[in-house]
Every structure is written in structure tokens, then in C-alpha cells.
């Protein structure tokens, strides 16, 4: 015999149990046929929710998608998606077709059709069945039940659309490079870089371009990447590097690792620590070349000054990431901040011969005299630029400065003894360089007098000519040494306002 209760009734006793009694027939008693043997009811839907797709028809310029899902615990929604965009599916919209809260029996199984009309519809695209639990949204905590791909044949399609009048488009086969961009954390970035703050450090990027706010990580080779349910894990080279507090605090956030475990879940492993993404909250993008992208995710956690110089704590910014195939830095990111000047080794010969400027005029470089140069582009604010001399490389200083433009004006001394034709560069952010000729000083010095003994040629193009009267000559002379005075002050004028020092070298 069956005996069938409802899940209502299965809890309708207040007190005793259910149970199977047998007792013997014509109001006999007999104790060895007296039994009772008790019965427990469990709950239904105690099993994980799954969901199949039964079948997929074609009728009235709509696609129907007949699906079953079993051990559903609640009443649910269910909807049929473009694959990949669950993180955007709400009760309002962001799906082809959907069903509310379709009958599901006491096993907690619902058998429904979703009907797609065809103008909902992309030939190009794939398309999932969405299953979560109502009154709730897919992207809520132990929401989401189900996510089964449907599968569209071409003759469903044709029979839906009609068939093609031109050929498919076929997607490239290697996805544009991947990337990871990410400011780690713009409070951290303040708190280390800002002149007003205890850190007074500076951010060391490495293999990565970008900047502050958006230190851009190539995608590495090494990952383990599911293209059809995209999901594992992708890795990213590069690193930037927090140094502050003299030395005392220095987190290196390097090689970062993404790990995508569903298309609302997954986590950023850097720094020796784990911290959880809310794909959620981000952006999802699919495209066209294969690869996929998570935009603006939060991240869970924080990160703190360490080290001696202790620092408190900051969030961390929210990440970008393009999962594609591996790739590279087109333009490396600066360094930024304060702290030791980087140390620079001299290149063997010159690294550049155009870009610099040599302020001195060029009749004025002689062996041990004075040298200004000057030239633009490099770090703003940058520090330990090397001023070195070639052909055998000649360090004459090893800290010069760029200004706030990122002007190099550097004032020094050339080598004594050296003479000929040489190339004088500045190495630091950039190089730039420029060939010279040094002159011996006997050599300026003999110059100099075959000047002076072109003397009366000059005075007499100046209009200072001997007395053809018969006048005193000293009165000739008196006219042509005021004249030399005049000029020779107007000389030390120019010559006292370009020079800061004379020995020693200058940053302007």
C-alpha cells in the first residue's frame, strides 16, 4: 500500500511520530503481529540545486527553453542570459527571457519553459539559464543556484532567423595582451610620498608602466586560464615598491596573482597576502578578440605603513584587469617621491651626443676652465644625475638636479689637462650629450693676444683714430683706454652674473 503526505502534513503532529502500525485482522489480538515501526520525514531540497536544459523549439518567432530544476530549497527566478554577464542580471533586467517563480513540487523540483523573443536575440553570441532564489539578487551572498550553458545549434538559429546571407564573423585567434591596473592604494601613495608626511619616501616602480593612480602589470605567461567558463587564475609581472621612514618601511607589491572562481567571486594574491574581489560590484566586458575584462572591482582589505615607522592603516583601490595572453611595458612608469637619490653607474661610452646644451661659448673652454650646460625632459624634481666626460668616461659630478619642469642648468669644472675634441653628457631619467673642444690654456691665452694686436684695427672701426692734427699722442691714448674701461666693466657685469661659484659645481 502507498501512503502519500503532503510536506505539510509531514509536520503536523504536535506530539508522537509518524509511524506503520500492523495489528492482526477479525479483532484478534496476537502480540507477535502488534508492531509499530516509526517514520521520519526529511527535509525536501536537502540535496545541491542543479538545473539541465530538457529541450530547445522554435515557434512563433520566439526561442523556448524548456528546463528542469531540482532540489531548489525556496521559490526562484530563472532567467536566460548572454554568457558572462550574471553580475548584471537583476528582476528588472539584463536577460533575453525570465521566469518568475516557476511551480516547484514537495522534491523541490520546477519544471518551466523561457520564451526569448528573436529581437532579444544575438546568432553571435552564447547564452546561459540563470537560476537563483527569489526576492533576492544573483549577485547576493548563497543567492545563485544554478548557471547551465545553452547550447544553440546553427539550424535553430536558421530556423529562428533565417539563414545567413554573408559570412561569420571569425573573432582573431590570440586575445590582445592582458594587463592588470591597479594604484595599490592612493592613501598609502600620500602617506609615503607627500613632503608633509612622517614617511617622507618615495614609490619605486619596476616592469610596470603607468603611474600613480594606474600602475599598469603586464600579463605574464603561467597562468591557468579557463576561456570557456572563464575562470582560474592569471598572473602579472612587475612591481612597485613603498620605501619610506629612512628604510624602515618598504612593501613591495609585486607579481600579482588573479584568481576568478565564478562570475561573481575571486581574489588578488600580492605581497605574501590573499585579499577577496567583489566581481560583483565591478564591470564585466567580453571582447571581441577573446579576451575579457573586470573593471573598478573593490578588493577586501588594506594595507599598513609597517616596518619602524609604523604608518596606520589604508584601504586598497579598486583594480582593473584584462585577462588576454601575455604582454609588455611600452612606456616604464618614473619613480615618485622623496628619499635617496638613485645611485647610477657611468655607461662606457657615451650614451647620447644630441640634447644638451652648452651655455659657455665655445672659445671660452679651456683645460680646467669653466663649463655651463643645461637641458630638459628628464623627472621632475629628479636627482642623482651624473654630468660624466668621454672618450675614457670622466664622472665630474654625481648628483645633479632637475627643477620642478624637469630642467637640468649644471655649472662645474673641466678636467685640467684635458684638451681636444670630447663629449660631455648628463645621465639620469634620460641621456643627453654633446661633443666639445677643449683648448690648452696657452692656446686661449694666444688667441687672446693675436686679438689685442688686431687692437688698432678695431679702435679705428670704432671711430677712434690717431690725431692726424699734430695733438699730443697721450691724448689719443686717453680716449682709447676709457673706452677699453667702459667695455671691460660692462664684460665683469655679464661674467658676475652668470657665475655662482667659481670652483665648485652648480645646480640651477
Given at each position: 500500500a502507498t501512503l502519500s503526505l503532503t510536506a505539510d502534513e509531514s509536520k503536523a503532529l504536535a506530539d508522537g511520530s509518524w509511524g506503520i502500525v500492523t495489528y492482526p485482522g477479525g479483532g484478534a489480538k496476537y502480540g507477535p503481529f502488534e508492531t509499530f515501526t516509526s517514520v521520519t520525514f526529511g527535509e525536501p531540497g536537502s540535496?545541491?540545486?542543479?538545473?539541465?536544459?530538457?529541450?530547445?523549439?522554435?515557434?512563433?518567432?520566439?526561442?523556448?527553453?524548456?528546463?528542469?530544476?531540482?532540489?531548489?530549497?525556496?521559490?526562484?527566478?530563472?532567467?536566460?542570459?548572454?554568457?558572462?554577464?550574471?553580475?548584471?542580471?537583476?528582476?528588472?533586467?539584463?536577460?533575453?527571457?525570465?521566469?518568475?517563480?516557476?511551480?516547484?513540487?514537495?522534491?523541490?523540483?520546477?519544471?518551466?519553459?523561457?520564451?526569448?523573443?528573436?529581437?532579444?536575440?544575438?546568432?553571435?553570441?552564447?547564452?546561459?539559464?540563470?537560476?537563483?532564489?527569489?526576492?533576492?539578487?544573483?549577485?547576493?551572498?548563497?543567492?545563485?543556484?544554478?548557471?547551465?550553458?545553452?547550447?544553440?545549434?546553427?539550424?535553430?538559429?536558421?530556423?529562428?532567423?533565417?539563414?545567413?546571407?554573408?559570412?561569420?564573423?571569425?573573432?582573431?585567434?590570440?586575445?590582445?595582451?592582458?594587463?592588470?591596473?591597479?594604484?595599490?592604494?592612493?592613501?598609502?601613495?600620500?602617506?609615503?610620498?607627500?613632503?608633509?608626511?612622517?614617511?617622507?619616501?618615495?614609490?619605486?616602480?619596476?616592469?610596470?608602466?603607468?603611474?600613480?593612480?594606474?600602475?599598469?602589470?603586464?600579463?605574464?605567461?603561467?597562468?591557468?586560464?579557463n576561456s570557456a567558463t572563464r575562470t582560474g587564475t592569471v598572473r602579472y609581472s612587475g612591481s612597485v615598491t613603498f620605501w619610506g621612514h629612512g628604510g624602515a618601511m618598504e612593501e613591495v607589491f609585486a607579481n600579482p596573482v588573479i584568481a576568478v572562481n565564478s562570475p561573481l567571486s575571486g581574489s588578488i594574491t600580492v605581497n605574501g597576502a590573499t585579499y577577496g574581489l567583489n566581481l560583483a560590484a565591478g564591470s564585466f566586458t567580453a571582447h571581441t578578440d577573446g579576451s575579457v575584462t573586470w573593471g573598478n572591482v573593490p578588493i577586501t582589505g588594506g594595507v599598513s605603513g609597517g616596518g619602524n615607522g609604523g604608518g596606520g592603516g589604508f584601504d586598497l583601490d579598486n583594480v582593473t584587469f584584462t585577462v588576454g595572453s601575455p604582454g609588455s611595458v611600452s612606456s616604464p612608469a618614473v619613480t615618485t617621491g622623496q628619499g635617496p637619490a638613485e645611485e647610477r653607474t657611468p655607461a662606457a661610452t657615451p650614451p647620447a651626443t644630441t640634447g644638451l646644451t652648452v651655455v659657455t661659448p665655445a672659445a671660452d673652454l679651456v683645460s680646467g676652465g669653466e663649463i655651463e650646460i643645461t637641458a630638459s625632459g628628464f623627472e621632475p624634481n629628479g636627482t642623482g644625475i651624473l654630468v660624466v666626460i668621454y672618450s675614457d668616461p670622466t664622472v665630474l659630478d654625481t648628483n645633479a638636479k632637475a627643477d620642478a619642469n624637469g630642467v637640468v642648468r649644471w655649472i662645474g669644472k673641466l678636467p685640467?689637462?684635458?684638451?681636444?675634441?670630447?663629449?660631455?653628457?648628463?645621465?639620469?631619467?634620460?641621456?643627453?650629450?654633446?661633443?666639445?673642444?677643449?683648448?690648452?690654456?696657452?692656446?686661449?691665452?694666444?688667441?687672446?693676444?693675436?686679438?689685442?694686436?688686431?687692437?688698432?684695427?678695431?679702435?679705428?672701426?670704432?671711430?677712434?683714430?690717431?690725431?692726424?692734427?699734430?695733438?699730443?699722442?697721450?691724448?689719443?691714448?686717453?680716449?682709447?683706454?676709457?673706452?677699453?674701461?667702459?667695455?671691460?666693466?660692462?664684460?665683469?657685469?655679464?661674467?658676475?652674473?652668470?657665475?655662482?661659484?667659481?670652483?665648485?659645481?652648480?645646480?640651477?
Open positions: 540535496s545541491t540545486p542543479s538545473a539541465t536544459v530538457e529541450s530547445i523549439t522554435v515557434a512563433d518567432g520566439k526561442l523556448n527553453v524548456k528546463s528542469t530544476a531540482k532540489n531548489m530549497p525556496t521559490d526562484i527566478y530563472a532567467a536566460l542570459i548572454e554568457k558572462g554577464t550574471a553580475a548584471n542580471v537583476s528582476i528588472g533586467g539584463g536577460y533575453a527571457a525570465f521566469a518568475y517563480q516557476p511551480p516547484r513540487n514537495a522534491e523541490g523540483t520546477a519544471i518551466f519553459t523561457l520564451s526569448a523573443e528573436k529581437a532579444k536575440l544575438d546568432r553571435t553570441k552564447q547564452y546561459e539559464l540563470l537560476i537563483w532564489k527569489s526576492h533576492s539578487g544573483p549577485n547576493d551572498p548563497g543567492s545563485l543556484y544554478a548557471l547551465v550553458d545553452v547550447t544553440v545549434t546553427e539550424a535553430k538559429w536558421n530556423e529562428l532567423l533565417g539563414s545567413q546571407t554573408s559570412d561569420p564573423v571569425i573573432p582573431p585567434v590570440v586575445p590582445g595582451a592582458g594587463s592588470l591596473t591597479w594604484g595599490v592604494s592612493s592613501g598609502f601613495y600620500a602617506y609615503t610620498t607627500e613632503p608633509s608626511r612622517p614617511a617622507k619616501g618615495r614609490v619605486i616602480p619596476n616592469g610596470v608602466g603607468g603611474g600613480p593612480g594606474g600602475y599598469i602589470y603586464p600579463q605574464a605567461v603561467g597562468s591557468n586560464w685640467a689637462g684635458l684638451t681636444g675634441k670630447h663629449t660631455i653628457t648628463l645621465q639620469g631619467s634620460i641621456n643627453v650629450g654633446q661633443e666639445i673642444s677643449i683648448a690648452t690654456l696657452d692656446a686661449a691665452k694666444k688667441a687672446v693676444v693675436s686679438s689685442q694686436s688686431g687692437a688698432t684695427v678695431e679702435q679705428q672701426a670704432a671711430g677712434i683714430a690717431a690725431p692726424a692734427d699734430g695733438s699730443p699722442a697721450w691724448l689719443w691714448w686717453t680716449a682709447a683706454i676709457a673706452l677699453l674701461v667702459v667695455a671691460g666693466a660692462a664684460t665683469g657685469l655679464v661674467v658676475a652674473q652668470r657665475r655662482r661659484a667659481a670652483d665648485a659645481p652648480t645646480h640651477l
